[in-house]
């Protein structure tokens, strides 16, 4: 057995960027929790917060999970530093008994959350364990799917990879959809500056608004402009184009920073993997937190989304370590743009269904059929390519799992 040298530089930098999200993690759901309790115990000091104090204790729970998750990537630095050996690791194959148990806990987990919201009225505690099993579950079943039998290696290489696909990813992600959206404040600036005319409209929901913070108010006021055609045109080529092309580029990173390490293009694919499951995770407890008691219909929609990322961020992976290991550039470049190519028409058909639903909203008590339309189809079609996305993981696992080698035992490596 080899022994490791206790000054590498990819360890202390892994340990830093784990200590650092650590502590920023656990005082964000500090704050959270503190701030909330405040608002229940005293709702005078911050009348604004405790009606949603329900929604920031989900988030809360998400963040200290997270946080859980993150300790594996610190401690595996830290044994690497310190000169001791790191176990490899390979992850048998799921079985269909095991998928078929998970997935009962998981309808089970949202089920009995969405009894308890409406009837019983549970604890924070219990409803925040549901909402965390109702998140992870199927990130954790389609990570497995993705990653069973293929060589991952040391621990501490299958524990970053996760912890920098939590951190990292989802936070480059936001900083170049945030210049994005700063881009479109900057030209509506300029258009409102050409056109003074439309400052009365603007005033005018800005009145409407102020009137009520009621959410059906809130959509009945914007929802007329949010189906300008303009609108709808400019949100499906960002939530279809750009978003799509930054987040591909950007979920892999963990694999990027690696590449040169890399052994195969089977390791490139499962570590693509299982940075998009962390990207897929932080994306799921963000999302379904912020809607409150409807966590659980979102929790649905969020496993194929999660499965969507798994995929294409493996098939990034793939990419990657086939342009390194390979010199097949044309594989990456090809890769790139059939992950884009999946994740623009997750996006679409979202988008689809999200404006069917205004159109429907709209119309009030009067027949939608052009609404009702879209919103069927676009929920029809996003099953479909689920279905699709979850065969093309099946198949590309079995294509790049080592023959004769599929539960191989756990070893030793010094690297």
Known sequence: MQTRSTTHPPSIL??????????????????LLLRDALAIAQPALIPNTAASAGDDILLSGGLFLCVALLLPALYYSLRRLSGKPIPTVTIRPIRVWQAIVILALWLSAILLGSMLETSLNAGWLVTTLLYLSAIALPVLTLAWIGLGGLPLGSRQRLWSTFGVGMLAGPGLAAMLEFLIYLGFVVLSLLLLAAHPEW???LNQIKAQ???????????????????NPLVILLTVGV???????????????????????????????ALGALSGAGFALVEGLVAASSVGEGWGALAVARAGGSLMHILTTGLMGWGIASAWKERRILRLLGLYGLSVLIHSAWNALTVMIVFGSLHVFLAGNQPDGLGVILGIAGAVMLVILSALTLIALLLVNRKLRPPGRPCAAPTRSAG
Request: hydrophobic residues 60%; charged residues 10%.
């Open 209 to 227: 608004l102020s009137s009520s913070m009621d959410l059906d108010t809130i959509l009945m006021v914007i929802a007329p402009y949010l189906m």
């Open 14 to 31: 892994l340990a830093i960027l784990s200590i650092m999200g650590i502590l920023a993690i656990f005082s964000c759901g500090m704050f």
């Open 239 to 269: 939530m279809s184009g750009l978003v799509p092309l930054i987040e591909e580029l950007v979920k892999p990173i963990p694999v990027w920073l690696m590449a040169g390490r890399l052994h195969s293009p089977a390791q490139g694919f």
């Open 199 to 201: 400052m009365a409209a």
